[in-house]
């Protein structure tokens, strides 16, 4: 089993920057062994992806839409994988996932790829 709890979510102003930590924990949670991805969903919406870091290595991939905006980082010391929200949008709006596949070879950008889940945190930007 694998335990993923969020933090650092919040209440911010357009053009703001966040970070989102997520703690894996888990006696057979490696960054080797599983791929780490960050997903949203806003009010009346389908969870979509955002970003992840692939168990084959450092690979990361983002969605377009926070393409030079959000940044996906790992510390493996701290099993922990970080999401860097810079030049916030209200848009940007959502709760935020995190998600951990065992050794995927689906899309990490599919919902569906992934088996465990966290609580998810609150992002809101406001102008």
């Known amino acids: 089993q694998v335990q993923l709890v969020e933090s650092g979510g919040g209440s911010v102003q357009t053009g703001d920057s966040l970070r989102l930590s997520c703690a894996a924990s888990g006696r057979t949670f490696s960054f080797s062994r599983y791929t780490v991805g960050w997903f949203r969903q806003a009010p009346g919406k389908d969870r979509e992806f955002v970003a992840a870091?692939?168990?084959?290595?450092?690979?990361?991939y983002q969605s377009d839409s926070v393409k030079g905006r959000f940044t996906i980082s790992k510390d493996s010391a701290k099993n922990t994988v970080y999401l860097q929200l810079n030049s916030l949008k209200s848009e940007d709006t959502a709760v935020y996932y995190c998600?951990?596949?065992?050794?995927?070879?689906?899309?990490?950008?599919?919902?569906?790829?992934?088996?465990?889940w966290g609580q998810g945190t609150q992002v809101t930007v406001s102008s």
């Open positions: 998600a951990a596949a065992l050794k995927s070879t689906t899309s990490v950008r599919l919902v569906r790829a992934y088996g465990y």
């Open positions: 870091v692939a168990w084959t290595g450092d690979s990361t």
